[in-house]
């Protein structure tokens, strides 16, 4: 059974530092990149970052400079460093993982970035 288990999330000042992390498991093969998504409430779930097996990453334009996504110490796992919060950064954070031609999804934690 494959599983994305996401933590970091939380209540944070506008200004403050969030770090999420997500550990996958039970996959098959090996996972060609890992990634972070994130749905406010009332709109489309969007990208923040990703992260290849080779280290090559992609961030959205409003959050780059401002975040950095990386391998995990742990095997199958990522994380996203998140500084200098926005209230417009509030949202679930989903991590998911590509595998193959397969994608999947964590079940998201929640960041909410107080004003």
């Known amino acids: 059974q494959v599983q994305l288990v996401e933590s970091g999330g939380g209540l944070v000042q506008a200004g403050g530092s969030l770090r999420l992390s997500c550990a996958a498991s039970g996959l098959r093969f090996s996972i060609n990149a890992m990634g972070w998504y994130r749905q406010a409430p009332g709109k489309e779930r969007e990208l923040v970052a990703t992260?290849?097996?080779?280290?090559?990453?992609n961030y959205a334009d409003s959050v780059k400079g401002r975040s950095t996504i990386s391998r995990g110490n742990a095997k199958n796992t990522v994380d996203l460093q998140m500084n200098s919060l926005k209230p417009e950064d509030t949202a679930v954070y989903y991590c998911?993982?590509?595998?193959?031609?397969?994608?999947?999804w964590g079940k998201g934690t929640l960041v909410t970035v107080s004003s």
């Open positions: 992260i290849t097996s080779g280290g090559r990453t």
């Open positions: 998911n993982a590509a595998v193959s031609t397969m994608y999947y």
